[in-house]
């Protein structure tokens, strides 16, 4: 059965600081991966995804995640945040049905 | 152009009714998935249609909860006689080469 964990339930970083998000998965082929963002009342958008080729994806908004095999992991990260980023941050692995993380609430202090 | 759109946005329903949430897909998206979102959670899988064929629904909870997509396009996600822990966030999805977009969801309170 596929399963993602993100250890981390919250998060909470200066403004302008890097960030990184963890994600951890179980998948028994080659994983297809995703990391969504909810803003509150809002649906999910994709930041981007992990289907083959380049281990280290770009998405939008200045986030990146790369794909370790070996540690079954798929950080995201982002060089510098800004306070527009504060939102949730959810993993998500999976070929048609989706199954996901219970999320990262990322808070950004001034 | 147009996103995955969702109605209502906003149900209350008293424990017992039948309620009954819409889903219009991004137009010519052959893929339509349904989750569900509690409080504090992750959305989790429901039912995935690919146009009009119901292809797996074994996320759906109960007999209670029923999905359809008739014509291959707009979808309906139907919950009979509701219960207390029916109240959560519905969210639709429809896919485009393996990306799935999101619509705002419902969210369902019952009472």
């Known amino acids: 059965a596929q399963s993602v964990t993100q250890p981390d339930i919250h998060i909470t970083v200066s403004e302008g600081a890097s960030l990184e998000l963890r994600c951890n998965y179980s998948y028994g082929a080659t994983p297809y991966l995703f990391w969504y963002v909810q803003s509150p009342g809002q649906g999910l958008q994709l930041l981007l995804k992990y289907f083959s080729g380049d281990t280290l994806v770009q998405g939008i908004k200045g986030f990146e995640a790369e794909f370790k095999r070996s540690q079954s992991s798929f950080n995201l990260r982002k060089p510098s945040v800004h306070w527009s980023d504060a939102a949730e941050y959810f993993c998500a692995v999976g070929n048609e049905k989706l199954t996901f993380g219970t999320g990262t609430r990322l808070t950004i202090i001034p | ?111």
């Open chain 2, 1 to 111: 152009g147009a996103g995955v759109s969702q109605s209502p946005r906003y149900k209350v329903a008293k424990r017992g009714q039948d309620v009954a949430l819409r889903c219009d897909p991004i137009s010519g998206h052959v893929s339509l998935f349904w989750y569900q979102q509690a409080l504090g959670q992750g959305p989790e899988f429901l039912t995935y249609f690919q146009n009009e064929a119901q292809l797996d629904k074994s996320g759906l909870p109960s007999d209670r909860f029923f999905a359809e997509r008739p014509e291959g396009s707009v979808s309906t996600l139907k919950i009979q006689r509701t219960q207390q822990e029916d109240s959560a966030v519905y969210l639709c999805a429809s896919s485009r080469l393996g990306e799935q977009y999101f619509g705002p969801g419902t969210r369902l309170t019952v009472t």
